[in-house]
């Protein structure tokens, strides 16, 4: 199991928001360390997606948002898109600096 | 532009070891630390750990821990990640990632490494 967790899977149909949460505890999250998120397509490398909690890189749509708040994280995604549908991970680190991912949210698009 | 570009796919028996490369261009290689992310299939990323480019410092994932060693050569800006007592759930696709503010802003392509007998 992942110390961070995330729902295995979220779904919604074109145009509707979704969040997907990450939970972590005092240890990681809550002991301040930022959460990242990636996304991943079939086959392919993961994709930086938001970094810094709530930063998104150049390149990336303003549908893409973070969140955290104490032990916690979340991303939403407004205006889905088929294209959107991927795995999403979170990641943060604990406080002997190793790093940490969630066990990953499959998104549907319906 | 930056690219991550990762050694070709090992087909390894149980027991044995395999050593993967990731090389690194179009930055200064010392700047930035490398991850080691590995994806067995049809499961999430796993961190193995991570290597400072500057000073060659390492941090490894307690499951690994003993089975794992991260190196550089940063005259051939080239990162290395060895995984000893090779196992069959250690099949999987193999990624060096480079470290940003903590953040993964780039990520090679990965290694399929596939450990059967």
């Known amino acids: 199991q992942s110390v961070l967790t995330q729902p295995p899977s979220v779904s919604g149909a074109p145009g509707q928001r979704v969040t997907i949460s990450c939970t972590g505890n005092s240890s990681n999250i809550g002991a301040g360390y930022d959460v990242h998120w990636y996304q991943q397509l079939p086959g392919t490398a993961p994709q930086l997606l938001i970094y810094g909690n709530s930063n998104r890189p150049s390149g990336v749509p303003d549908r893409f948002s973070g969140s955290k708040s104490g032990t916690s994280a979340s991303l939403a995604i407004t205006g889905l898109q088929a294209e959107d549908e991927a795995d999403y991970y979170c990641q943060s680190y604990d406080t002997s600096l190793s790093a940490l991912f969630g066990g990953g949210t499959k998104l549907t698009v319906l | 532009q930056v690219q991550l570009v990762q050694s070709g796919a090992e087909v390894k028996k149980p027991g044995a070891s395999v050593k993967l490369s990731c090389k690194a261009s179009?930055?200064?290689?010392?700047?930035?630390?490398m991850h080691w992310v590995r994806q067995a299939p049809g499961q999430s990323l796993e961190w193995m750990g991570w290597i400072n480019g500057g000073n060659g410092n390492t941090k490894y994932s307690q499951k690994f821990q003993g089975r794992v060693t991260i190196t550089r050569d940063t005259s051939a800006s080239t990162a290395h990640m060895e995984l000893s007592s090779l196992i069959s759930e250690d099949t999987a696709v193999y990624y060096c990632?480079?470290?940003?503010?903590?953040?993964?802003?780039?990520w090679g392509q990965g290694t399929l490494v596939t450990v059967s007998s």
């Open positions: 179009g930055y200064t290689f010392t700047t930035y630390a």
């Open positions: 990632a480079r470290v940003l503010a903590g953040e993964i802003d780039y």
